[in-house]
């Protein structure tokens, strides 16, 4: 049995929970989301307290399918009351960032600026030019645009300067070595 499968999901108060359709809705004070699950995954409310995930036998995909949907129901519920951050720094001589209206303008060492709007849902905000924050109730959608920005201009290894996570370790190559012919 799926050790994660198989915990119930905790509904906190002021959390709103729809099953119907093979859908999941979830609705909270950071906002709505939304979730289709596959037809052999059997989710149900217990009471207005838990979502229980179960799925009908231990064949391969089932198993895979049963933790899989009880940790996206749970990322779910997560979002909708406390919502996703993800932090970037910005490390390098001239490069920042600005907010234009709510698109975010990367500043990063090429000919032209760079314009990233964000999707639906996500929010940009700067902590101050170099460190960008990017929240939203859903875990994907936050994850994939700071990927997104993040890849505009990645850490490179000798000098480090580029877009990082905050708390990312750039490994850190040596330069060319001149060796002195005698």
């Known amino acids: 049995m799926s050790r994660i499968g198989k915990q119930p999901v905790a509904i906190p108060a002021g959390v709103k929970v729809n099953i119907a359709d093979g859908q999941v809705r979830v609705e909270g ?39 899989l949907t009880r940790s996206l129901i749970a990322n779910m519920i997560e979002g909708v009351t406390k919502g996703f951050e ?32 964000p999707p639906d849902g996500v929010t940009v905000e700067l902590a101050d030019p170099t460190t960008i ?23 490179e ?3 480090g300067k580029g877009i990082r996570y905050e708390n990312e370790q750039v490994r850190r190559k040596e330069g060319k070595s001149f060796a002195t012919s005698g």
């Open 133 to 155: 924050v990017i929240k939203g109730a859903d875990k994907q959608k936050v994850g994939q645009y700071a990927a997104e920005v993040r890849q505009v201009r990645k850490p």
């Open 29 to 67: 004070p950071k906002g709505k989301l939304e979730m289709s699950f596959h037809r052999n995954i059997k989710v149900e409310k217990d009471g207005d307290k838990a979502i229980k995930v179960t799925r009908p036998d231990d064949e391969r995909l089932n198993r895979s399918l049963h933790g």
């Open 86 to 117: 993800r932090r970037l720094k910005i490390e390098g001589v001239g490069y920042q960032a600005r907010l234009d209206k709510k698109v975010l303008v990367l500043v990063v060492g090429y000919a032209n600026s760079v314009e990233m709007p």
């Open 157 to 159: 290894p000798y000098k």
